[in-house]
């Protein structure tokens, strides 16, 4: 794996590691969990970029990613698609309050399984072999 992809890897596992913190503690705000998901989600379809020298813009969107960038390379990401649409509104709802008042535990949870749902996947792509 190249160096790049790992820088990429890293920021991706800080993300999940503080939602796994999160996910564990009660009082943990929902909106920064889906935050949290959303930017693990987006820096590892960047790692799938990155290992495959595609050069995309700054973005937080992660449908823009996976069908303009991602799908083109490899058709088998349409697997991942309705979680990269779910997650991807979180990288602005999460952060405004009047945005993000209807985030509760049980969207966050969706959230996690969408953000963990894309990290299997990602990772088995970025296996060689």
């Known amino acids: 794996m190249k160096e790049e992809t790992n820088l ?11 939602v796994n913190i999160l996910m564990q503690n009660n009082q943990s705000p929902p909106a920064i969990i889906c935050y949290h998901c959303q930017q693990a989600a987006e820096k590892l379809l960047k790692c799938f970029l ?3 020298d595609i050069e995309f813009p700054r973005t937080h969107d992660l449908t823009l990613l ?35 008042n209807d985030i509760d535990l049980p ?8 953000a963990s ?5 990602v990772l088995g792509k970025l296996k060689p072999g």
């Open 117 to 121: 749902l894309i990290q299997s996947f």
């Open 50 to 52: 990155v290992e495959n």
């Open 66 to 100: 996976l069908e303009r960038y991602i799908l083109p390379l490899d058709p088998d990401f349409e697997e991942i698609r309705q979680s990269a649409i779910d997650l991807s509104e979180f990288s602005v709802t999460s952060r405004y309050p009047d945005a993000s």
């Open 8 to 18: 990429w890897l890293r920021k991706a596992y800080e993300d999940i590691s503080t």
């Open 107 to 114: 969207i966050a949870r969706e959230a996690f399984q969408a």
